[in-house]
């Protein structure tokens, strides 16, 4: 490999490319060649740096400065500036919103100081598509010492010891799973990995596949030698086409050098890896759908056991990790089980990557370690609530996740506790709401989602769902009763009490959450016919201020039902039962004397 | 591309790689680093900045230090061009003036290897453009 | 095999492993409700996809309710079937269920006879909590020829899909659409008629709600029976004596041939005929036929095509057009004994009453449903002019005695209207499963060899077995015979013929369970191989009974060739008898 004095790393994940990342990559290096610089400078396609709030990002190597929103326009300054001159270009700099100081490399940004990446540790640092960077991190030095030194029995125990548990959202123990798949015999098994990311807002898997693919096929490796299988499939969503470019990629460079196919490293183990394509159906994220799914059929679940590990992909064993679990592999093997399990709380070991989103500063991937708190990671990491607003709730674990409150702030986050304050990890959606949003709208709106994307089998999460986001419309256009709420609870512990599979048994959770921690707004949706936050139209309630009226009859003439009277000259009154909330009058009115509620 | 045949294979493959990335694994943890600032504004460069810059890169791996060479801007001593400023972990950075390459070597024997402070150092209460807003 | 213990309703059980909960409550005498889940034992085939959920019980120490059709007992398994939990889950999932159904069931045309009905009231359901105007999943009404598809009744039970696919391994229905619109439907929700569908019923058979239903014709049956300027006769075909009783109250396998007949005449048919006339004239045709192509095959003709395959069952022919278009030279080209009915009822028939056609109403009373879509196929009609003009199933024959205030048990038994009315116990037995086959084995024996066979009934060729073969003897020569019932064993058959692993010179199928007795037009029988059985031992009871028993005995037959066709394969049988057979699209 050449050696360079300055490397400029350029995101080439899907959200900064989306702002032409590949445009900045060109004329980074037609700069580069004009100025005579090539010899020293070279420009490098990486993965997602996580910080997508202002991307694209140019990250350059060695003082770590952090370019933010670059434009295809600015590439030229950066060369002759920075690289030339050794000048940084301060307009570029990421400004800290607190402080409206430029910080000058990314080791001093909030974001990234409490961050740990493990499974990122690739991720926005080497170029996806050469396998040579890979290596020259240890890349596949881990399955290579397992297939020199370690019994699939040892390299098991390893795995149990590293306490590492599925991040796709069961947070079931990886060793396990890996134990039991080795312990049933067939003639054929098979390594799955689960790419079928679906939580709205969460990207992770992608953000992996797109910075650091080899890590996943080392591990899917791993795997296929611990269990005894010698094919891998990668079920991923055809929604993601950088991804699977990237996989195919590394695929094809890793089949070259021997590192997938027949007689890895010269050892009798062969192992190949093969892409199947899903169509994006949330429900197979659920392991036998997915596997359903990649068998042709219809993708839905069916009742468990048989658990794929006995019964699985095509009826062989078959074992599913999900993409997050997978990308933290190779590094347990590398730095061993005791430095994994010395990361996180006593029983969440290691880091979770959170995608964050909402009424949040920085919006973007982050990797955090497991016991981290909530306020850490909104605070620190995030950069605090959007516009300054208060803090009101933050929903995790996706549509089958729950709300937290303030209350939770300080929680360490892992799996159990998530659990037990009534949320869960999931896949690791992070969304951060502020006093303006209204929770039975939040409800409603995840409700929206798994009504869409229940598969259908099971008439519990078919028509159940249906029925829930049906009362939550109802609850929102305000002819919610209290009976309402009562059987809104009664429906959403039968559909979590009945439901076939993870879908069903979660998606009530959103649901739960908000009755528990917000039973007051939902009864003023029903009672007052109050919207706190202001966000239900239908529930606004519209009054007149007597000492701001001027009795100019104004919004009498535009309210179109009658609902507003009074004498000319004279402060006027609306009728509530009457209005329709359709704001007419407060668009007329010059005086601001129609006050919203 | 030809085969990886063996473990042996991979490990000879990954040394010769990683030169190529040490760049980027430095940079990862540049707090446990010597970081070595090379000023290369106009003035420094017209100087000979590149130059000295190239030869300390040269030294860093082949001494195999533990060093990290960057570019700085104008630090202000435009009359003692090409200047450096050396900061080893635990210790208040340096800043030494009129750096050509047989400098540059000596900073790195005398200084870097062995704590020693050599002719030409700049005091350091100073403030660099870079720490202004 | 392994037992394990466990305690139901605080009663201890032993079971074998591998039992469900549901079985082992069974097995004490506690029926858990179930809904989507069906055992057809028969089949070895059980619908269990654990999808209405009706069945859930709690199982102590488990965080969720566990539906008991497809959850395995263990060891210790501490279960209630009927705790408040579980009840209200129940009741609540029933609830759900119903606020996406039609409420129209005081004329469903399952009404009395739907699992969910039954269901709503053993649950004891008062009111559907939902929202006013909640939104149910509704869908375009398919209307084919033989059944009607109304799923907006469809409670995603799967069972027609476990019929369709895994049974008759037709492929024509599968789960479409996610999530509230999900539905079973042919693929791009396709009319049936459009699809693979062969038609054969089955899945009308399974369905607990009146989702799918047979299509109705017994209106237009009534409208012509009192239309004076028609005259109206009626076939019979020989399943429905076999179980037409059961509607009635009577036992599984009660013969009601004569109260079948006089009810009949009671409702106002011109003529009670025979559907087994028209199975004795098939036995000539397609006989010929077979000894025809066996001759030649055996003096050396390498361009004859073996194995003949039958052709009376409207479902198997669909399912060949659909399957396997490269073998449509292999079936005989004979009609089915309905059509051959209709051929010759309008042709010699309407000319010995000296009536047109299109004033001569023939009626089909079949077990089958296929039936209704093979008397509106073109090739058998005259400008425009069905040979058959409707065809009702078993079911619709005895609501149509119901609605006629018939007491049916109380009925005198009655003879057949002649000619068309006669016929031999070779006819009989086209009903059941290697019927067909055995029918055309006793006449084609005694025209090759010239020998009178010493005994008729060949035992070989009966039973219910899914895949019979048998080899007879044809006086030195033997005969190689395949059999299968139920559409996915003729593919199993046709695909081992394929790959050598079979050679037939004749080979039988009929799409359902038992042959004809099991079609979808008899009263419901789920699989039940009890009733099915007493149908079949029936069938051959009324064999047995008869004094003729080979077709090319049958007088009228000899007559009916004598004054009208000429000789089995005569040009005029071709043109009246005789059919061909079209590619159709597998999607």
Known sequence: MAQYKMHLLVCGGTGCRASQSDVIVKNLESSIKELGLS????????????????????????????????????????????????????????????????????????????????????????????IDEYIARDGYAAIGNILAEMSPEQAIDIMKKSGLRGRGGGGFPTGIKWEIASKNKADQKYVVCNADEGDPGAFMDRSILEGDPHSVLEAMAICGYCIGASKGLIYIRAEYPLAIKRLQVAISQ???????????????????????????????????????????????????????????????????????????????????????????????????????????????????????????????????????????????????????????????????????????????????????????????????????????????????????????????????????????????????????????????????????HFYDEYLAHVRERICIAGRCKALKLYTILPDKCTGCTACTRACPVGAITGEKRQPHVIDVDKCIRCGACYDKCKFTAIHVQ | MKKIKSLDDLRQMKKNLEQGMNIREKSDTPESLIQIRVAMATCGIAAGARGVMNTLIERIEKDKIPAIVTQGGCMGYCYAEPTIEVKIPGKDPVVFGNVDTAVANQIVDKYILNGELIDGVIPTNYQTINEKK | MEKIKLTIDNIEVEVQNGTTIYHAAKKIGIDIPVLCYMNLEHLNIENRPGGCRICVVEVEGRRNLAPSCSTNCTEGMVVKTHSLRVLNARKTVLELILSDHPTECLVCSSSGKCDLQSLAQKLGIREIHAVENAERSTYRKDCSPALNRDMDKCVMCRRCETICNDVQTVGALSAVNRGFMSVVAPAFEQDLIDSPCTFCGQCVAVCPTGALTPFDDTSKVLKALTDPSKTVIVQTAPAVRAALGEEFGLTPGTLVTGKMVAALRTL??????????????????????????????????????????????PAWVNFFEHNYPCMLDVPSTARSPQQMFGAIAKTYYADMLKIKREDLVVVSVMPCLAKKYECQRDEFKVDGNPDVDFSISTRELASLIKMANINFNNLPDEEFDSPMGESTGAAVIFGATGGVIEA????????????????????????????????????????????????????????????????????????????????????????????????????????????????????????????????????????????????????
């Not at chain 1, 070991?349 to 990671?377: C, D, H, Q, S």
């Open chain 1, 254 to 516: 890793a089949r070259e050098y021997g590192l997938l196919g027949d007689n890895i490293l010269g050892t009798p183990f062969s192992f190949d890896v093969e892409l199947k394509y899903g169509a994006g159906a949330f429900v197979c994220g659920e392991e036998t759908a997915l596997i359903h799914s990649m068998e042709g059929h219809r993708g839905e679940p069916t009742v468990k056991p048989p658990f794929p590990a006995e019964k699985g992909y095509l009826g062989k064993p078959t074992n599913v990790n999900n993409v997050e679990t997978l990308a933290n592999i190779p590094v347990i093997y590398l730095k061993g089980a005791e430095w994994f399990a010395s990361i996180g709380t006593e029983k969440s070991k290691g880091t979770k990557v959170f995608a964050l989103a909402g009424k949040i500063n920085n919006v973007g991937l982050i990797e955090v370690p497991m016991g981290i708190t909530l306020r850490e990671v909104i605070y620190e990491i995030g950069g605090g609530i959007k516009g300054g607003k208060k803090f009101k709730a933050v929903q995790t674990g996706g549509p089958s996740g729950g709300c937290l409150t303030e209350k939770h702030l300080d929680t360490p986050i892992d799996f159990d506790n998530l659990l037990a304050a009534g949320s869960m990890m999931g896949s690791g959606g992070m969304i951060v709401m502020d006093e303006d949003d209204c929770m039975v709208s939040v409800a409603k709106f995840y409700l929206e989602f798994t009504v869409e994307e229940s598969c259908g089998k099971c008439a519990p999460c078919r028509v159940g769902n249906k029925r829930l986001h049906e009362i939550l419309e109802k609850i929102c256009a305000g002819k919610g009763t209290e009976d309402d709420l009562e059987y809104l609870k009664n429906l959403s512990y039968v559909i979590k009490d009945t439901s076939l599979c993870g879908l069903g048994q979660t998606s009530p959770n959103p649901v739960l959450s908000t009755l528990e």
């Open chain 3, 268 to 313: 106002g048919f011109d003529k009670v005929f025979d559907t087994d006339f028209a199975a004795d004239l098939t036995i000539m045709e397609e006989g010929t036929e077979l000894l025809d192509r066996i001759t030649r095959y055996l003096g050396g003709d390498k361009e004859v095509k073996l194995p003949i395959l039958t052709s009376c069952c």
């Open chain 1, 39 to 130: 010899e020293e400078a070279q420009v490098v396609t990486t993965g997602c740096f996580g910080f997508c709030e202002k991307g694209p990002i140019v990250k350059v190597i060695p003082d770590n400065t952090f370019y933010t929103q670059v434009k295809p326009e600015d590439c030229e300054e950066i060369v002759r500036e920075h690289v030339l001159k050794g000048r940084r270009v301060y307009r570029l700099l990421y400004e800290d919103p607190e402080t409206q100081k430029h910080i000058e490399d990314s080791k001093h940004m909030g974001f990234y100081q409490k961050q740990l990446r493990i499974a990122l540790r690739n991720c926005g640092f080497i170029d996806p598509e050469n």
């Open chain 3, 440 to 587: 055309a084995v006793r006449t084609a024996y005694e025209l090759q060899t010239g020998l009178k066979l010493n005994k008729i009934d060949f035992e070989e060729l009966r039973g219910l077995e899914g895949i019979r073969t048998a080899t007879i003897d044809f006086n030195g020569t033997p005969i190689h015979i395949g059999i299968a019932h139920q559409l996915g064993n003729a593919r199993k058959l046709l695909d081992g013929i394929r790959s050598g692993l079979y050679n037939f010179h004749a080979i039988e199928i009929m799409a359902c369970p038992g042959g004809c007795i099991g079609g979808a037009g008899q009263p419901l029988h789920f699989g039940n191989s009890d009733v099915i059985k007493a149908r079949f031992d029936a069938i051959y009871r009324e064999d047995a009974s008869k004094t003729l028993r080979k077709s090319h005995e049958n007088p009228y037959i000899i007559k009916l060739y004598k004054e009208f066709l000429g000789h089995p394969m005569s040009e005029k049988a071709h043109h009246l008898l005789h059919t061909h057979y079209f590619e159709k699209n597998k999607i």
